[in-house]
Every structure is written in structure tokens, then in C-alpha cells.
DNA sequence: GTCCATGTTCTTTA
DNA sequence: CTAAAGAACATGGA
């Protein structure tokens, strides 16, 4: 579930927790789920020694990249966690059983800052669970540059930027938008918000937008993805917060699974086609395929 | 059994 | 070479 809002969600909901903070156990489940440097895991490659990397650090910042949270720890390196479809991050104190639940790939216990202060209620767990494991915990050593096939953040990226990268692919504006490389934290929930509130067409040529279109769209986008942010972001089935509660920003959804549903602007029915593979659901009416004006000679009197 | 799912990467094809 | 389309990954719910 975690696109840009929710994984922002997390991040805000373990940000009063998290840093100062010292791992004292490690307990990696499935070594799966773990790689370095980069997303993908690699069959050949050796696995990730997660226990003795991460055990004794202490945890600095929580941060936001994309779709990823950003834990930086105290000897430089940092822990990218990517929730992929179904991973969800828990954060619970001691007192509460540690995640009981299947799926819970990498358990870190948690410490307080300074020992002597010691209490058990102060000793909390952070789990990582992920049913379906398209989630990656990625770990990036001190020495090892950000990997950054990701392309800008939508909500600080310009509309003069924006314009620039998006209109020089042909591929369809949908597609566009979903490609981390292009524009990153988007995916197919809020692409799909975003163009209806621009009032766009899913298949709209990128290269036909006119400046004002990029623009408008850009803040749409920006829009979308601040309300969703506002309401910890849309919970469709598996997204939770770290606390364990369910987003509200699906309440909010135009387009999104609603299929057959009216337009909450113009009462026609949102349909719903199949683009690049993924679901894309938009209104016929709101948003109309911008003819390009075909270039046929005027004819004559 | 079928189809579908909030994501990314790899392979194939043009 | 690039770009686009499709498959693969793995699990569960309707």
C-alpha cells in the first residue's frame, strides 16, 4: 500500500520515537528480504550480515526518499526500508507482545539512549512484516553512496523541471507518472487521483502538454499527495501506521477503485481500462482525450 | 479453479 | 542504442 502518503505516515508516526535510540537485538527472519545497495536482491550475491551491521548502532534520523523510510544510523550508514505491496512497519513498547504475526521478517529491539536510565517499558520493538515480500530492507554501508536511480521528489520538484522531464517521453502520461526515475513516490492511487483532479486523460501524449498543463498538473499532484498525507494516507486492505491504525484518505478517493461509480463532479460513471498493466480508473466526461488537433491543411473556399 | 492486488526489476521485442 | 510491453517475483482474498 505504501505510496509517498503512507510511507510518509510512518515515517511521521516514528519520528518521536526512533531517534537516539539503540539496537540491541536483531533478529532477521528471512535473509530474503535483505540486501545492499540496492533493491534488488541477487541470487549469487552473499547475504547481508543485518545482525552484526545493525546490532549496538544507534538509530539517528527517520527520513522519507520516494517510497522508501530512511534510517540513518550513528557509524553513516543507513537502512532504506521499501514496503514493496503489503509490508507494513510496526513500532510497539515491551509491554506488548513483540509481533506474534506471520510474515515478520526482521525484528529490531530497541534500547534507550542512555543504560543507566534503563527501563523496560522504555524497550520497544520495531518489526518489519511483509506477506507477500516484495518489500526490501536495503542496507547502505558508511561508505556507500545513496543509490539514486530515483528521480525527483514531486513535492519539492518545479514546474519548469517538471515540464522538462515529462514531455520527453511518448509513452502515455499514466506511465509516465508511474516511473520512479521520472517523478518518485507516485503509484497507482495517486497517479490515478492526480490525473483526475488535473482533469487529464490517463492516455494523454506527455509531448502535447502545454506548459500550463504540466503545471496544473504538478499541482494537482502535489495537492493529492498533501491531503492524503494530512489523513496518514489510504488504507485498502493491508496499510497500517506503525501504531496499527488504518489511513483515511481512501474516504477521499475520486477515481480509485470506484468503477462503475459516479463522478463526484459530474455524476458519470468512472470506468476503468487496463494501462501498462495496472488498473487505471478515470472519469470519460472529466477528463477527455485531448484530440491532438490534427495537422491537415485548411481547405479551401 | 479464476482473477485481482498500493511495486520493482528483468527479459523480450521492436 | 533506446523505448515499450510483458513476465516474474509471492501471497492471500473475493
Request: glycine share 6%.
Amino acid at each position: 500500500m505504501p505510496e509517498l502518503p503512507e510511507v510518509e505516515s510512518v515515517v511521521r508516526a516514528l519520528a518521536p520515537h526512533l531517534p537516539g535510540r539503540t539496537i540491541t537485538a536483531v533478529d532477521l527472519r528471512r535473509t530474503d528480504i535483505a540486501c545492499e545497495g540496492r533493491f534488488r536482491r541477487s541470487k549469487s550475491a552473499t547475504p547481508v550480515d543485518l545482525v552484526g551491521r545493525l546490532r549496538g548502532r544507534t538509530l539517528l534520523t527517520v527520513t522519507r526518499r520516494a517510497k522508501r523510510i530512511v534510517l540513518t544510523l550513528d557509524d553513516g550508514a543507513r537502512l532504506h526500508i521499501h514496503l514493496g505491496m503489503t509490508g507494513v512497519l510496526t513500532y510497539a513498547p515491551a509491554d506488548t507482545p513483540p509481533n506474534p504475526a506471520k510474515h515478520t521478517h526482521l525484528l529490531l529491539t530497541l534500547s534507550p539512549p542512555t543504560p543507566p536510565s534503563l527501563r523496560i517499558s522504555d524497550i520497544a520493538h520495531l518489526t518489519f512484516q511483509d506477506p507477500r515480500r516484495f518489500g526490501r530492507v536495503i542496507y547502505l554501508s558508511p561508505t556507500c553512496p545513496d543509490d539514486d536511480d530515483l528521480g525527483p521528489e514531486p513535492l519539492t520538484l518545479t514546474p519548469d523541471a517538471f515540464h522538462a522531464r515529462l514531455t520527453r517521453t511518448k509513452r502515455p502520461l499514466k506511465s509516465a507518472l508511474l516511473d520512479q526515475r521520472l517523478i518518485a513516490g507516485l503509484g497507482n492511487i495517486y497517479v490515478d487521483e492526480s490525473l483526475h483532479r488535473a482533469r487529464l486523460h490517463p492516455l494523454t501524449p506527455p509531448p502535447s502538454l502545454t506548459e500550463g498543463q504540466t503545471k496544473t498538473l504538478l499541482e494537482s499532484i502535489q495537492h493529492t499527495l498533501t491531503q492524503a498525507i494530512a489523513h496518514r494516507g489510504s488504507t485498502l486492505r493491508d496499510y497500517r501506521t506503525p501504531d496499527g491504525d488504518e489511513g483515511g484518505y481512501q474516504q477521499h478517493h475520486h477515481v480509485y477503485a470506484r468503477d462503475g461509480r459516479p463522478c463526484r463532479s459530474c455524476d458519470k460513471p468512472i470506468e476503468r481500462i487496463t494501462l501498462g498493466g495496472r488498473s487505471t480508473h478515470f472519469c470519460p466526461k472529466c477528463q477527455p482525450l485531448a484530440r491532438r488537433p490534427r495537422n491537415r491543411t485548411p481547405k479551401r473556399k
